[in-house]
């Protein structure tokens, strides 16, 4: 393995940028978010004309270090410097004039305009009577386009192109040396000299994708240096020069792609020893404290019939043929990369995804067209990935929002039964420790993991028999995240089965007595026992051949 | 059961009455005595137009003075003056008296009742823009059934004629209603469209349905020995409609399950749905209940004055949706009560009331009423961010 200190001059034999100037260099560059550290003493050095991918796991500050270097985030320290001249960090402005773009997903386009308007928004042309010169804006989107693809109309508007054209467009208002707006500086700087692609084909085509991969070569060879921030093994290999891996937001390695294969690459993201990195050790180790070690349960389970079964669940551009079996007392771990299908999953099998087809059965009765009243009816509860988008009431007090989904079950002919109600909620709070004022008080006053807890609540008793949880325990303290384990377990060793999904590797590798591994919609692989590592899971989810499922 | 929200109406309704009945009216009275040569021959008033031997009378006559003929000492004296309408301290019994609330009471139920099925629509998210237009058409066909019934048996007890015009008038609105619903949830279109279709749809065929003719003719029990009985004096029976509409819409939205899943629906439509809440159903119900509402609130209408007509209620949706802003629902939903916007719909008429008591001009009734609505809202909101910011 070739590992380069950043710092230093570059390695000598490497290939097409060997005798190329560092163009861009990051040094020391460290970002906190709330309390996560996305970025921790980051150093690297780009070189004028490659293309460098940025690779990591989930979370691993690949994006977030894509974003600094674009001036979208704001360094806690550290420092850019570009072509010797330190960039005045967090500003877009200052980014752009030094020649920094930008081109990711959630980039601001405007569906409803042609594409000429999308690329000339910043300044559109105005004619002797103030009104748009379509014909100039026509002809400056010919211009930016006739290198990439000129078969895009300027005149159809941008939501009618398929995904891939629309990336292309955002590469051509990245290309667009224009003076930036409003600003009187009239830079010789706002030439593109950086361009930073986040996950660019995470919605594309095959085809798209290897027409995007051709133009950023493209690019390459003109002297732009093109920073590619990517989990998909395949795409780097093909199009990159060196790649800088990320773990946890620290630096890993900087290497040449010629002199590096993909089992040194996904060792180096998930780092050589396999231990639990040490925020969550203190967490596994309490669970073991509590004496529910992921085994014991399973044995005498392993007889049972499946509490959930999965068979061929397939949904237009999301899964494709997904099976899958939970047993009582098992806890199924889904591994994959963001993207990859497992919220969906989980959405299908809890019947809110009108368009798949497939059987679900829980606790041997069909549920696939059941919707979700039917799924919990036959004892399925679902924690939900963003529960502040798709779990709580805002507007209702804690009380309600435990008790909203078991409401119907305690009421007689539509009225509530009020001391129900208030039994259940006040058992369910003391169990999971909700720490709040009053039962009335809304849930915008608790911590992010008070609120967590206020929707595992609701599925906390004997009557749910499957759990799905997606990222049970994003965003919160490292101590309620050891109360949910702890929760976790305790609902296994009660019969219940669960389908865990989680971004955090040693999260769900101490839970999970199985994992699947999901990659773009369909399953990939199945590990168990000595096979569950998070070597095995990142290539499955990469979709790497060098390791068979089986 | 009453919120901090909902006594801080009810002080204002207090408040407002207060000050009505503090206010009079007092009739300024400015004249010019004139000479038979028609001059002035003296000047009462500070009129600076009006000078001692002008001769004038058909200058004033012209600004729409009247000539008025006195006896004084015995003598005949003319002169000419003008009356203006000004505001004193002191009781008001123009007001405050038992037929003018209870008439308030009775104008402000027409709007409350259907304000209680706005207001769970605007809870849900949605908006409802076609009550209006079900009031006119429940309140025609609930008429023609009963002016038919009434030509048929001319004594009909109002223990059969008040059963079946309430039905008749609820089961027209809750079909119009189940349309809007099924037509929101099914075609996933937003309710404001559905409903501003509605609104043109529903009138029109009450308008076709009538020829445009106004339906008279209604059984006597319906209503002089029904809705507008009279009881202690007053004609009292929309108003007690309106507070038990007002009771049992409060108490569906907090004790049942279907009130809770509105707010819930309202606040968070996905987590909604990931709490297992068969959305669609419950906006399609809750269209239906608004729906319905408002064919009651034709019944009574109808009732009342004894003829419906296609032009009824026309801009009593704006009425309505006001009456429950004004009694703190939130057009984001998830936020409204029943009995705020009760409150609300006397509030706007007693603006509407105080406008005419006092003797102002009544054009500018829809001036004052539009910006003590936005003033309402404004204040809400503050208040709101207050607290927030107070936490």
Same mark, same amino acid.
């Given at each position: 393995?070739?590992?380069?200190?950043?710092?230093? !001059?570059?390695?000598?034999?490497?290939?097409?940028?060997?005798?190329?100037?560092?163009?861009?260099?990051?040094?020391?560059?460290?970002?906190?978010?709330?309390?996560?550290?996305?970025?921790?003493?980051?150093?690297?050095?780009?070189?004028?004309?490659?293309?460098?991918? @940025?690779?990591?796991?989930?979370?691993?500050?690949?994006?977030?270090?894509?974003?600094?270097?674009?001036?979208?985030?704001?360094?806690?320290?550290?420092?850019?410097?570009?072509?010797?001249?330190?960039?005045? !960090?967090?500003?877009?402005?200052?980014?752009?004039?030094?020649?920094?773009?930008?081109?990711?997903?959630?980039?601001?386009?405007?569906?409803?305009?042609?594409?000429?308007?999308?690329?000339?928004?910043?300044?559109?042309? #105005?004619?002797?009577?103030?009104?748009?010169?379509?014909?100039?804006?026509?002809?400056?989107?010919?211009?930016?386009?006739?290198?990439?693809?000129?078969?895009?109309?300027?005149?159809?508007?941008?939501?009618?192109?398929?995904?891939?054209?629309?990336?292309?467009?955002?590469?051509?208002?990245?290309?667009?040396?224009?003076?930036?707006?409003?600003?009187?500086?009239?830079?010789?700087?706002?030439?593109?000299?950086?361009?930073?692609?986040?996950?660019?084909?995470?919605?594309?085509?095959?085809?798209?994708?290897?027409?995007?991969?051709?133009?950023?070569?493209?690019?390459?060879?003109?002297?732009?240096?093109?920073?590619?921030?990517?989990?998909?093994?395949?795409?780097?290999?093909?199009?990159?020069?060196?790649?800088?891996?990320?773990?946890?937001?620290?630096?890993?390695?900087?290497?040449?792609?010629?002199?590096?294969?993909?089992?040194?690459?996904?060792?180096?993201?998930?780092? #050589?020893?396999?231990?639990?990195?040490?925020?969550? !050790?203190?967490?596994?180790?309490?669970?073991?404290?509590?004496?529910?070690?992921?085994?014991?349960?399973?044995?005498?389970?392993?007889?049972?019939?499946?509490?959930?079964?999965?068979?061929? @669940?397939?949904?237009?551009?999301?899964?494709?043929?997904?099976?899958?079996?939970?047993?009582?007392?098992?806890?199924?771990?889904?591994?994959?990369?963001?993207?990859?299908?497992?919220?969906?999953?989980?959405?299908?099998?809890?019947? @809110?995804?009108?368009?798949?087809?497939?059987?679900?059965?829980?606790?041997?009765?069909?549920?696939?067209?059941?919707?979700?009243?039917?799924?919990?009816?036959?004892?399925?509860?679902?924690?939900?990935?963003?529960?502040?988008?798709?779990?709580?009431?805002?507007?209702?007090?804690?009380?309600?929002?435990?008790?909203?989904?078991?409401?119907?079950?305690?009421?007689?002919?539509?009225?509530?039964?009020?001391?129900?109600?208030?039994?259940?909620?006040?058992?369910?709070?003391?169990?999971?420790?909700?720490?709040?004022?009053?039962?009335?008080?809304?849930?915008?006053?608790?911590?992010?993991?008070?609120?967590?807890?206020?929707?595992?609540?609701?599925?906390?008793?004997?009557?749910?028999?499957?759990?799905? @949880?997606?990222?049970?325990?994003?965003?919160?303290?490292?101590?309620?995240?050891?109360?949910?384990?702890?929760?976790?377990?305790?609902?296994?060793?009660?019969?219940?089965?669960?389908?865990?999904?989680?971004?955090?590797?040693?999260?769900?590798?101490?839970?999970?007595?199985?994992?699947?591994?999901?990659?773009?919609?369909?399953?990939?692989?199945?590990?168990?026992?000595?096979?569950?590592?998070?070597?095995?899971?990142?290539?499955?989810?990469?979709?790497?051949?060098?390791?068979?499922?089986? | 059961?009453?919120?901090?929200?909902?006594?801080?109406?009810?002080?204002?309704?207090?408040?407002?009455?207060?000050?009505?009945?503090?206010?009079?009216?007092?009739?300024?009275?400015?004249?010019?005595?004139?000479?038979?040569?028609?001059?002035?021959?003296?000047?009462?008033?500070?009129?600076?137009?009006?000078?001692?031997?002008?001769?004038?009378?058909?200058?004033?006559?012209?600004?729409?003075?009247?000539?008025?003929?006195?006896?004084?000492?015995?003598?005949?004296?003319?002169?000419?003056?003008?009356?203006?309408?000004?505001?004193?301290?002191?009781?008001?019994?123009?007001?405050?008296?038992?037929?003018?609330?209870?008439?308030?009471?009775?104008?402000?139920?027409?709007?409350?009742?259907?304000?209680?099925?706005?207001?769970?629509?605007?809870?849900?998210?949605?908006?409802?823009?076609?009550?209006?237009?079900?009031? +006119?058409?429940?309140?025609?066909?609930?008429?023609?059934?009963? +002016?038919?019934?009434?030509?048929?048996?001319?004594?009909?007890?109002?223990?059969?004629?008040?059963?079946?015009?309430?039905?008749?008038?609820?089961?027209?609105?809750?079909?119009?209603?189940?349309?809007?619903?099924?037509?929101?949830?099914?075609?996933?279109?937003?309710?404001?469209?559905?409903?501003?279709?509605?609104?043109?749809?529903?009138?029109?065929?009450?308008?076709?349905?009538?020829?445009?003719?106004?339906?008279?003719?209604?059984?006597?029990?319906?209503?002089?020995?029904?809705?507008?009985?009279?009881?202690?004096?007053?004609?009292?029976?929309?108003?007690?409609?309106?507070?038990?509409?007002?009771?049992?819409?409060?108490?569906?939205?907090?004790?049942?399950?279907?009130?809770?899943?509105?707010?819930?629906?309202?606040?968070?439509?996905?987590?909604?749905?990931?709490?297992?809440?068969?959305?669609?159903?419950?906006?399609?119900?809750?269209?239906?209940?608004?729906?319905?509402?408002?064919?009651?609130?034709?019944?009574?209408?109808?009732?009342?004055?004894?003829?419906?007509?296609?032009?009824?209620?026309?801009?009593?949706?704006? #009425?309505?949706?006001?009456?429950?802003?004004?009694?703190?629902?939130?057009? !984001?939903?998830?936020?409204?009560?029943?009995?705020?916007?009760?409150?609300?719909?006397?509030?706007?008429?007693?603006?509407?009331?105080?406008?005419?008591?006092?003797?102002?001009?009544?054009?500018?009734?829809?001036?004052?009423?539009?910006?003590?609505?936005?003033?309402?809202?404004?204040?809400?909101?503050?208040?709101?961010?207050?607290?927030?910011?107070? #936490?």
């Amino acid at each position: 393995m070739n590992q380069t200190d950043p710092t230093s !001059s570059p390695d000598p034999g490497s290939g097409v940028a060997d005798a190329a100037p560092d163009l861009l260099v990051v040094r020391h560059v460290s970002k906190r978010f709330g309390p996560t550290q996305a970025l921790d003493d980051v150093s690297v050095t780009f070189r004028a004309g490659e293309v460098h991918a @940025l690779m990591g796991e989930n979370g691993a500050g690949k994006s977030t270090l894509g974003k600094a270097i674009a001036g979208l985030h704001k360094p806690d320290t550290g420092e850019i410097v570009i072509a010797g001249t330190p960039l005045r !960090s967090g500003s877009l402005h200052e980014a752009f004039l030094a020649g920094v773009r930008i081109v990711h997903q959630e980039l601001a386009q405007c569906p409803n305009l042609s594409v000429a308007e999308n690329l000339c928004l910043h300044d559109l042309p #105005r004619n002797a009577f103030g009104l748009v010169c379509a014909r100039s804006m026509r002809r400056r989107a010919r211009r930016l386009l006739e290198k990439l693809d000129p078969g895009i109309d300027p005149d159809s508007p941008l939501g009618s192109l398929p995904p891939g054209r629309r990336q292309i467009v955002q590469i051509a208002a990245a290309l667009d040396e224009r003076e930036s707006g409003g600003g009187g500086g009239n830079g010789g700087g706002a030439q593109p000299r950086i361009i930073v692609f986040d996950e660019p084909t995470s919605s594309l085509s095959v085809a798209e994708a290897d027409r995007l991969l051709a133009i950023i070569r493209q690019l390459a060879t003109e002297g732009l240096t093109c920073i590619y921030v990517s989990h998909r093994m395949g795409e780097i290999f093909q199009v990159c020069d060196r790649v800088t891996v990320l773990r946890d937001g620290r630096f890993v390695a900087t290497s040449d792609l010629k002199d590096i294969d993909e089992s040194t690459l996904v060792s180096q993201m998930i780092g #050589r020893t396999l231990a639990p990195h040490v925020k969550e !050790s203190a967490a596994l180790a309490a669970l073991a404290g509590d004496g529910v070690s992921p085994d014991g349960a399973t044995h005498a389970a392993a007889a049972a019939p499946p509490a959930l079964e999965v068979r061929a @669940l397939t949904s237009p551009g999301k899964l494709d043929n997904v099976s899958i079996e939970v047993r009582p007392g098992e806890v199924l771990g889904v591994g994959g990369l963001v993207g990859s299908g497992r919220s969906e999953l989980l959405d299908a099998i809890f019947g @809110l995804d009108p368009l798949a087809r497939g059987s679900v059965r829980a606790g041997g009765v069909s549920i696939d067209r059941a919707g979700p009243r039917g799924a919990i009816r036959a004892g399925v509860g679902y924690v939900p990935e963003d529960r502040r988008l798709q779990g709580l009431f805002f507007q209702l007090g804690i009380d309600e929002n435990i008790v909203m989904p078991l409401m119907p079950f305690l009421a007689r002919f539509g009225i509530r039964d009020g001391r129900a109600e208030r039994a259940l909620v006040r058992e369910r709070a003391d169990r999971l420790r909700v720490k709040a004022a009053s039962f009335r008080s809304l849930p915008g006053e608790l911590s992010g993991g008070n609120q967590q807890k206020l929707l595992i609540a609701r599925w906390m008793d004997r009557k749910t028999r499957i759990l799905l @949880l997606d990222e049970p325990t994003r965003g919160i303290d490292i101590g309620t995240k050891t109360e949910i384990y702890r929760l976790v377990r305790e609902a296994a060793r009660d019969g219940a089965a669960v389908l865990l999904v989680s971004s955090e590797m040693p999260e769900l590798l101490a839970l999970s007595d199985r994992i699947v591994v999901l990659c773009e919609g369909r399953l990939t692989g199945e590990l168990t026992g000595e096979r569950m590592t998070q070597e095995n899971i990142l290539r499955l989810a990469t979709q790497s051949s060098a390791v068979k499922a089986g | 059961m009453l919120a901090s929200q909902e006594l801080g109406l009810l002080a204002v309704i207090a408040l407002m009455i207060g000050v009505l009945s503090l206010l009079g009216v007092r009739d300024t009275v400015r004249s010019v005595h004139v000479s038979p040569s028609d001059t002035i021959t003296e000047s009462a008033d500070a009129v600076a137009l009006a000078r001692p031997g002008e001769h004038a009378e058909s200058f004033f006559r012209a600004q729409g003075w009247r000539v008025v003929e006195r006896e004084r000492d015995g003598v005949t004296v003319r002169s000419i003056e003008s009356v203006t309408r000004g505001i004193r301290f002191g009781f008001n019994e123009r007001f405050f008296n038992t037929a003018n609330l209870v008439g308030v009471a009775k104008d402000a139920s027409f709007i409350a009742v259907m304000a209680v099925g706005m207001v769970a629509i605007i809870i849900l998210g949605g908006i409802d823009l076609s009550v209006g237009s079900i009031y +006119a058409l429940s309140g025609v066909a609930a008429a023609a059934v009963l +002016a038919r019934l009434a030509e048929s048996n001319p004594g009909i007890s109002s223990l059969f004629s008040i059963p079946v015009g309430v039905a008749v008038a609820g089961a027209v609105g809750s079909a119009c209603g189940v349309v809007n619903g099924a037509a929101t949830v099914g075609l996933r279109v937003h309710p404001f469209i559905i409903t501003l279709g509605g609104m043109a749809v529903y009138r029109g065929v009450a308008f076709v349905a009538t020829d445009g003719q106004s339906i008279s003719g209604l059984p006597d029990s319906y209503t002089s020995g029904g809705f507008k009985a009279n009881l202690w004096g007053a004609n009292p029976v929309p108003m007690l409609i309106m507070v038990v509409v007002a009771i049992v819409g409060a108490m569906v939205l907090s004790l049942t399950v279907l009130g809770r899943r509105t707010f819930a629906i309202g606040g968070n439509e996905t987590a909604a749905r990931y709490a297992g809440i068969p959305v669609g159903r419950v906006k399609i119900v809750l269209f239906t209940l608004c729906g319905t509402l408002a064919g009651f609130a034709a019944a009574i209408n109808t009732g009342y004055y004894g003829s419906a007509s296609s032009g009824d209620g026309s801009g009593y949706e704006l #009425r309505v949706i006001a009456a429950a802003v004004v009694g703190g629902a939130s057009l !984001s939903g998830g936020r409204g009560s029943a009995i705020g916007a009760t409150l609300g719909a006397v509030i706007i008429q007693l603006i509407d009331n105080g406008i005419v008591v006092l003797g102002v001009d009544s054009n500018y009734t829809n001036i004052v009423i539009g910006l003590a609505i936005v003033a309402a809202v404004v204040i809400d909101q503050v208040k709101h961010r207050w607290a927030t910011v107070a #936490r």
